[in-house]
């Protein structure tokens, strides 16, 4: 049985679900994102990790090691839930355009259970490993 889909062949309220699981993902990421950074000031579609205020003047080393390495891993984190944040926008937007279930690789239709599993899902399982930042 071939289960994949492209939007027009989902139902009303496959598509309603999808977007709101989508939504509240959305809004828990953006949660998550600002326990480790900031909105960009100079570039507002960017996030950059928060350093911990510690006073340099005063702080001994190992205090400073300790803000350097909860800044590292900050910027790890970041880097990984700003990727998850942009695909789930841009699967709502998928959504918007009428585009939703399709591959951004291939054009070709999502497999309906892929979108089941991860709704911001933006390829088909064929090109998965496509879009993936190096």
Known sequence: ?????????????????????LLAEEQKL????????????????????VPENIDVMQADKNEAADAIEEYEENT?????LEIRY????????????????TCEVGGEAIDVKRLEANPAALTCVTHADSLRPE
């Open 86 to 101: 942009n695909n789930v926008k841009r699967a709502l937007k998928k959504i918007e355009d009428g585009t939703y279930g």
């Open 30 to 49: 953006l949660g998550e994102l600002k326990t480790v950074g900031r909105i960009n000031p100079s570039n507002p579609g960017d996030w950059e990790p």
């Open 1 to 21: 049985m071939d289960t994949a889909t492209t939007m027009g062949d989902l139902s009303p309220e496959q598509l309603n679900n999808f977007k709101e699981r």
């Open 76 to 80: 790890a984190v970041l880097r990984e």
